[in-house]
């Protein structure tokens, strides 16, 4: 699926970015009438990019700030319909309690400080995962940003915290099974954390590892992958053009056949049934 703005607001991004830039050059080579409806991104990489400049992992999340920042103000000016960031999910309380601690603080901080930008450029916030079992000031400044930005219309950021895709299924299924409706995927979809948007087109993973970490595990069905290298804090505006740009290259066949297969449709010399 793509966004049906895509093609108008590419035009608010090129008109942002720098005469000459690298930036400039890579959103241009986007095609505007492609751009994914739904974007997800798993932020990995932040202790290692710590460690290897000898700080300590906390000092990782907090150079990811930065590059959220970025990511969201990009997606939100090239109308991307929905980014989907993991943030924290339900394995993470094993950290040690002062990781997680600062995780809330920096999570507090990014919200207040990011609340201008969200109105700027008419972002609506939303958190998913099992907020019930958060810090209640985490839950009131998450509630906080919710209502704030619940009358805007651009980019949907879901914000995913202490998020699990097991877990989501397990509270999607425990509604089906109180509202005794009939299980189909429509009615499950529904019952998801992301009701009513659409599915990731793209999945992005910083830092190299080639696993799923429980993320959107129904959604992501079709998603297509990119994974790099880059570390979640040195994650730029150019690397998530290219994840774009390599996206937009890909031949996403959900199963049937691909624009090139249509010519090979001759008989193979199979028996006749
Ligand atoms: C994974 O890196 C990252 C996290 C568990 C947290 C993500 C948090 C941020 C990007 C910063 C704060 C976010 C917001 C929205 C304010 P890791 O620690 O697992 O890295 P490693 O695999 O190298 O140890």
């Given at each position: 699926?793509v ?19 690298e930036?400039l050059?890579?959103?241009r080579a986007?095609?505007?009438?492609r751009?994914p409806a739904?974007?997800?991104?798993i ?5 290692r ?7 300590p992992?906390?000092?990782?999340h907090k ?5 959220v920042?970025?990511t ?12 989907t ?7 993470n309380?094993?950290r ?13 901080l ?8 969200m109105?700027?450029?008419d ?5 998913i995962?099992r907020?019930?079992e958060?810090?209640?000031q ?18 949907r950021l879901?914000?995913a915290?202490?998020?699990g895709g097991?877990a989501?299924?397990v509270?999607a299924?425990k509604a089906l ?5 009939e299980?189909t995927?429509?009615?499950i979809?529904?019952?998801?954390y992301?009701?009513g948007?659409?599915d990731?087109?793209?999945?992005i993973?910083t830092?190299?590892e080639?696993?799923i ?29 290219r994840a ?6 890909r031949d996403?066949r959900?199963?049937?056949?691909g624009?090139?297969?249509a010519?090979?449709?001759e008989p193979v010399?199979l028996?006749a049934?």
């Amino acid at each position: 699926m793509v966004t049906e703005n895509g093609s108008v607001k590419m035009k608010v991004l090129l008109e942002a970015l720098a005469p000459g830039s690298e930036d400039l050059a890579l959103a241009r080579a986007i095609d505007s009438t492609r751009i994914p409806a739904h974007i997800a991104i798993i932020m990995d990489g932040n202790g290692r990019w710590a460690r290897q400049r000898n700080l300590p992992r906390v000092a990782g999340h907090k150079a990811g700030v930065p590059a959220v920042r970025t990511t969201v103000e990009t997606c939100a000016q090239m109308g991307v319909g929905a980014l989907t960031l993991y943030a924290f999910s339900v394995e993470n309380w094993k950290r040690p309690r002062m990781e997680v601690d600062t995780l809330w603080r920096l999570l507090r901080l990014y919200l207040r400080s990011e609340l201008a930008l969200m109105m700027r450029h008419d972002i609506r916030f939303t958190a998913i995962g099992r907020l019930g079992e958060l810090p209640a000031q985490v839950r009131a400044d998450l509630d906080d940003v919710t209502r704030q930005t619940s009358g805007n219309r651009g980019l949907r950021l879901n914000l995913a915290i202490n998020y699990g895709g097991r877990a989501e299924l397990v509270d999607a299924v425990k509604a089906l099974v109180k509202a005794d409706v009939e299980v189909t995927e429509q009615s499950i979809s529904e019952r998801l954390y992301t009701a009513g948007q659409p599915d990731p087109d793209l999945l992005i993973r910083t830092s190299g590892e080639m696993r799923i970490s429980n993320f959107l595990l129904w959604q992501i069905a079709y998603a297509e992958l990119y994974v790099t290298e880059t570390l979640w804090p040195d994650f730029t505006r150019a690397e998530l053009l290219r994840a774009i740009l390599d996206y937009q290259k890909r031949d996403r066949r959900y199963g049937g056949l691909g624009s090139s297969d249509a010519i090979e449709l001759e008989p193979v010399g199979l028996p006749a049934q």
